[in-house]
């Protein structure tokens, strides 16, 4: 947004590493606004703030093939993006040219005026992620329920002090199913002395995929640095039986395995966790 404009400090000019040229230009370059038409400010009105979203469907249960098979089946979509402003201080010599964000400060060597908005901002955050990007959630005719999602994520920090972004990414993929099974007691014929009680069995099985990757882009240098990055998959499986008002028994099993994509910064690595779990409630 300043290209064109004096660099120097010695003769009042702008300081192309400043926060007050790198932040526009951030916004800009990962916003898609035209650099020529970004707002020379950290801190954007409200005309250029985009709302977040979040897409429901339904609409597929009118065809009957759907409803032959189906109880429900939704479609879903989301977004959420959020903007920080990080740590900062004022400027105690700043003054101010008419605009609430535009003015000057006196050069601390020269005595010089040096354009400059009145907060030295040390970083800034962009954070957006589809949660889901694409999703499903149904219900079978049998109460069998199925729901699959896959998620994108970025995180963007800008540190104008280092002249860096480090820039974080993350997209999982996730596909699970459960069902219950009501009054097991009496598939297994165990007769039950408590009244009010269903002796429900429910089993969930969930695998996921996730891969992260976090980057570096030194600006000044031009150059691009992967710091880490993870490859992870897991089957995760429950099965929960309610013994009596107070007692639940369960059982599980989680399995996973990450494989880092820096080999440098990590190595290897696969968890199992199995076992029975007992809930005892003590609320009357």
């Given at each position: ?213 976090s980057l570096i882009r030194r600006i000044d240098e031009n150059y691009t640095q992967a710091t880490t990055g993870t490859r992870t998959w897991s089957i995760k499986a429950t099965a ?45």
């Amino acid at each position: 947004p300043l290209a064109g404009k004096p660099y120097s400090r010695d003769n009042g000019g702008i300081n192309p590493s400043s926060p007050d040229v790198m932040i526009p230009a951030f916004l800009a370059a990962y916003t898609g606004i035209d650099a020529n038409n970004a707002a020379l400010t950290a801190f954007p009105d409200m005309l250029s703030i985009l709302p977040n979203w979040r897409i429901t469907y339904d609409g597929l249960m009118q065809i009957p093939l759907f409803k032959e098979h189906f109880k429900s089946f939704t479609l879903n979509h989301a977004y959420q993006c959020t903007y920080a402003v990080g740590s900062y201080s004022s400027f105690l010599n700043w003054m101010g040219t008419g605009d609430d964000y535009m003015g000057f400060t006196l050069d601390e060597l020269s005595g010089n005026p040096v354009p400059s908005s009145p907060y030295d901002i040390s970083s800034v955050t962009i954070s957006e992620r589809f949660a889901p990007l694409f999703g499903i959630n149904a219900t079978m005719k049998n109460n069998i329920t199925l729901r699959a999602e896959y998620n994108d994520s970025r995180v963007l920090t800008l540190n104008s002090g280092a002249g860096q972004v480090v820039e974080a990414t993350t997209s999982d993929i996730t596909v699970g199913a459960s069902y219950k099974i009501a009054n097991f007691n009496k598939i297994l014929k165990i007769g039950s002395k408590q009244t009010g009680v269903s002796n429900d069995l429910t089993l969930n099985a969930d695998f996921s995929w996730r891969n992260t990757i976090s980057l570096i882009r030194r600006i000044d240098e031009n150059y691009t640095q992967a710091t880490t990055g993870t490859r992870t998959w897991s089957i995760k499986a429950t099965a929960n039986y309610i013994l009596s008002k107070r007692i639940t028994l369960g059982l599980y099993f989680d399995h996973q395995v990450n494989t880092p994509l820096v080999s440098s910064s990590a190595y290897p690595v696969t968890n199992s966790n199995y076992g029975i779990s007992i809930q005892l409630s003590l609320v009357k």
